[in-house]
């Protein structure tokens, strides 16, 4: 497998793609349906990409965090590293927009995924309402910011 060869797939993804954050396993699995690149891992994928002059690398949350990527996975939603070019980081206007409306999308998930849990399962609501809490201070912080 040639690097240069999976630079081309993941730049030309990630330029074309809608949402210019791109989960790191969306890209992984858009690069796997070639043949050429059969034989690559997610964790080459990642340390290739965390490097790259051209893309920028955020990660998840911390796996010690009340609310982990694996807890979050389980209510559907996928918080792993995310992908983007550079030149497709969003103006600061641009990314309170993209933040409020992330923030709407997983404040919605969480709610969805309470209601779908049963009185059984009193410690992933008590996360899941948990995270709900840090989405208003979070909704509240990106307000006060939007407003300078």
Known sequence: MQL????????????Q??????????LYNYCKRNDTCSNLTQFELYTFLRNHERIMMLLGPDQNEPVNE???????????????????????GNLMLLFKAQLDDMETKLKSA???????????????????????????????????
């Open 17 to 26: 793609t809608t949402n210019p954050l791109t989960p790191l396993e969306t």
């Open 114 to 148: 309470i209601d779908s849990l049963n009185s059984e399962q009193q410690e992933e609501i008590d996360a899941f309402t948990s995270a709900l809490k840090r989405i208003k201070i979070l909704r509240d912080n990106i307000q006060k910011l939007d407003r300078r």
């Open 70 to 92: 694996e807890a979050l996975r389980a209510g559907g939603l996928l918080m792993g590293p995310r992908v983007i070019l550079k030149e497709r980081i969003p103006s600061e």
């Open 4 to 15: 240069e060869f999976v630079e081309e797939l993941c730049i030309g993804f990630l330029e």
